[in-house]
């Protein structure tokens, strides 16, 4: 055993086993397959060696000396090239192994016995009798397994050593894929699975450097192109959760807690909170119609039975009319305010989708970097000309609103005007 000890420190300090752990550390597979299949072949030579000189040894038990050498020489070959080894147990694992064919089949199919000592049919084979070859196990059974037979090369090492690597870049796409299908973008559920989609495809990207290079750009385009998608129908929403959740929680500190006046302030239309906008316009206008205008003066119409009613009536009619353009003033602009947030939302998820944020945290901390105050207040500047205009405007659709009948709506802006004055006076640079 101390002749096999020698002869396996000698092949592990030769060049062509640091050959293969130097292509192994480079994932160069062409020098790994070149330095293997020569320590491959040392070892062959090593082997057969020293089963020769026991063949020549005067003792009776040969095959039982035979055994433990082979034994003995697997388990040294594992400690002393650990990397060779390796790669031999991952071609192993595969049913990748040595043979020697012992026949041929009844079909004309070769039959190979394995240093186990099975028998493979390798189907569509032309190997004679005798032949040592490489086979590939698909299917094994008691006594005769079913296989074909097989060319290491420098592409096959590459797919052998990481088909597990493959395997679960496939998956997690797949994954990803039925994930981003059935994706809807709404609701907290909906924010959980967008997390997970992103883990997934972080750790495809991290397997990206291992597979083959002409696989890379395929990978990376899939993984932009779900990105994309994922960003697409998530980041807006995110975008108007999180304006909408910072001004309630401004009027929150302005109102110091008071939860009347809290409760009443979020009932005047939002700036930064476009559903209670939408809600307020929906209520004001149908189309550029005001909504209950034609009901309202039709019931003050019934009413006209003095000069003096005719008169209120007609002041009525006439401060409804010099409001309602402004008031539309006042919506238009508004809704133009949001299309350029919802427009800038769309090309930031973009931005997101290019980048290397992972998870729902970091995107919500990039978001609330690219839509700080200072940047909804830059918007809000390039839509309105003054503070003046907002307020004389957004004052006249409040006006109007309670000539159609919502006097609430006049109390609630009076608890909101602090807040509004704060940050509509910071975006134009007024104190």
């Not at 994706?183 to 907290?188: C, I, K, N, R, V």
């Not at 205008?293 to 009525?316: H, P």
Request: glycine share 8%.
């Amino acid at each position: 055993m101390s002749h096999t000890s020698k002869t396996l420190k000698s092949i592990a300090a030769g060049e062509e086993y640091k050959s293969l752990v130097s292509a192994i550390e480079k994932r160069d597979y062409q020098s790994l397959y070149e330095s293997y299949m020569k320590v491959a072949k040392l070892l062959e030579e090593a082997g057969k060696g020293i089963e020769e000189k026991i063949e020549n040894l005067p003792r009776r038990n040969k095959d039982e000396d035979r055994q433990k050498f082979q034994t003995a020489f697997a388990l040294r070959s594992r400690t002393a090239l650990p990397q060779w080894y390796g790669i031999k147990s991952e071609i192993q694992k595969q049913k990748i192994m040595d043979g020697v064919v012992v026949s041929i089949g009844k079909k004309g199919d070769p039959l190979a016995r394995t240093p186990e000592g099975k028998l493979v049919v390798l189907s569509g084979s032309s190997a004679k009798e005798g032949d040592r070859v490489t086979l590939k196990v698909i299917t094994e059974g008691e006594k005769l397994g079913f296989g074909r037979q097989f060319e290491l090369t420098p592409e096959s090492f590459y797919f052998m050593l990481n088909q597990e690597v493959y395997q679960q870049v496939r998956d997690s796409l797949d994954f990803v894929h039925k994930s981003v299908e059935s994706y809807t973008g709404a609701g907290d559920e909906s924010l959980t699975m967008f997390g997970e989609i992103l883990r997934v495809l972080e750790e495809v990207r991290e397997l990206v450097p291992k597979i083959q290079e002409s696989d890379r750009e395929n990978v990376t385009n899939r993984i932009l192109f779900y990105r994309r998608r994922l960003m697409s129908a998530t980041v807006e929403k995110l975008v108007l959760d999180l304006i909408a959740t910072e001004e309630e929680k401004g009027i929150k500190e302005l109102c110091a807690g008071d939860e009347a006046q809290i409760t009443c302030a979020l009932n005047a239309p939002g700036l930064f909170r476009p559903r209670s906008f939408q809600a307020f316009r929906e209520g004001l206008f149908t189309g550029d119609k005001l909504r209950g205008y034609t009901e309202v003066m039709g019931n003050l119409e019934k009413g006209l039975d003095t000069m003096d009613s005719a008169l209120q009536f007609m002041e009525f009619k006439a401060g409804m009319e010099g409001l309602q353009p402004r008031a539309k003033l006042y919506v238009d602009k508004m809704e133009r305010f949001l299309r350029r947030l919802q427009e800038k939302a769309r090309q930031f998820s973009i931005t997101l989708a290019d980048d290397r944020t992972g998870n729902v945290e970091e995107i919500r901390a990039k978001i609330q970097e690219a839509f700080s105050e200072k940047v909804l207040g830059n918007e809000l500047s390039r839509v309105f000309r003054t503070a003046g205009e907002f307020f004389d405007t957004r004052g006249a659709a409040l006006e109007l609103k309670a000539k159609l009948g919502d006097t609430q709506c006049l109390a609630a802006e009076t608890e909101l005007k602090p807040y509004l004055r704060h940050k509509v006076n910071r975006a134009f640079g007024e104190k």
